[in-house]
């Protein structure tokens, strides 16, 4: 079904999804546009570090227009200079995580090309390890306080040893130093060639446990600013809102909703740099009279039931949004008790730019992602692609300028996922009579770990490489405080038949120390089942479901 309102996406006079954050940097200038950690920059200020920053990767690295640059920083202010710099120059942003391991990190590098990165100081020693293998040439280091330092000696960033350790070819600035040296001249301005040139790889998790760059547009991106803009434009106050950012920028969800189209309305984002301190969080977002919060499930519960959360001032919040993970019953209520504002729960994919349906404010059905957005099409499946009627269940495709044209590098991959136009998302749900939709069940497999996709296999390969176990399967559990964690279900190589408890809990332990050392914390199990054998279909597979 598609959505018939009388809007729809209007690309016209647009040259890259920058144009639009561009317009607002002149129109609210002297505006707050980013805060964090007490630091506020202008609109008129981000612009000018933003240009001083393109101006560098322009003028003083080997970088050219369509070059991957990758981002890995968590949420501070260096984050939207750094990604408004890399579109303004021509450049296809790939979006990392800051704590990927060595391993994460070369697959992503090394299959999207990358040839720049703007890196935590912290990411360094990781990235040390692994840059000889991969087409890196340009590396700029900050760190938090960096621009309210203004530090731009390298020596103070890293050590000595570490600088030493770095392969010689590697051009490296700090950041505060790349801005200095930028400034000295204006940045050429550049256009891609069409609003079809890539933009943004998006690293998304896969079901060969390898991640895939979904290709994001311009005009993909262009259009999902638009698109999610006509959804909530009832409640927006241009170049007065205030937008508390807890969630990652480098997650396509923070990316689209607050670096592109809060910023594109002149709205003021305050970025927190570690969600999981709420104490810090709180102290951080106490000075503003938010309009706005970007949230997930999780994040609602915990703030909910923080002493100082409840005595901050919410008479100005009017517009909550959640993603990345279903919305609770419990977490809505408890929000909208607190603050008097109700959640409006969306739905997208990475490879989607990513929002496809979403629930307008103040009209929300919980349980429902609500109805899909202007120039959208959501169509129920079968497994043979045949379009099922509204209130059947089968799997949710969706159509529309915000689709991604493909995997990078990934031919069969795309042919799978892209079916007559339609993007095949592998969740399960239906369409309402009134033209809402509703999941019923998510990828069959994917454990959603505190909004995070997590997926078995990718798991399963680091776990089948450990040499005490013979195979294992990777499923979710509930969790009160993720609300899913991973857990592994082991079968071992051999085990001490006098005391197998004791043996399995010192097992638990290595594989727990080995996973460490090649996942991120969030995809590590956190809980371990030792059992004979797995349960499998006549064919060898086995059942997860059954596991489950």
Known sequence: MS?????????????????????????????????????????????????????????HTKLVPGDRIAIQLPNIIQFPIAAYAAMSAGLVIVNTNPLYTTREMAHQFSDAGVKGIIAYGDVVPKLAEIIADTELETLIVTKTDDLLTGEQDIANLLSKELLDNLPAPVSLCSFNGALALGKAQAPRAVQPESLEALALLQYTGGTTGLSKGAMLSHANLAANVQQTHERFAPVLQPGEDIYICPLPLYHI?????????????????????????????????????????????????????????????????????????????????LWHQLTGCTISEGYGLSETSPVLCFNTPGKEKLGTIGWPLIDTEIEIWDEDNRVLARGETGEIVARGPQVMSGYWQQARASEQALVKGFFKTGDIGFIHEDGRVQIVDRKKDMILVSGFNVYPNEIEEVLALHPKILESAVVGHADEHSGEKVCAYIVLEENDPQSPDFAEYLIAEQITAYCRSQLSAYKVPKEYHFVEELPKSTVGKVLRRELR
């Open 3 to 59: 959505n018939n309102s009388s809007t729809g996406v209007d690309l016209n006079g647009l040259n890259s999804v920058f144009d639009l954050v561009q317009q607002a940097m002149t129109k609210f200038a002297d505006k707050p546009a980013f805060s964090c950690l007490g630091q506020t920059l202008s609109f008129k200020e981000v612009e000018q570090q933003s240009r001083a920053l393109a101006s560098y990767l322009q003028n």
């Open 253 to 333: 969800y923070a990316f689209m909703v607050n670096l592109l189209l809060a910023a594109s309305q002149g709205a003021h984002n305050v970025l927190i740099a570690n969600p999981r301190d709420l104490d810090a969080f709180v102290n951080e977002i106490k000075p503003y009279a938010f309009t706005s919060f970007t949230g997930i499930n999780t994040l609602f519960v915990g703030l909910c039931h923080h002493d100082g959360f409840k005595q901050l001032d919410f008479s100005r919040l009017k517009l909550t949004i959640s993603g990345g993970s279903a919305l609770t019953q419990n977490a809505a209520n």
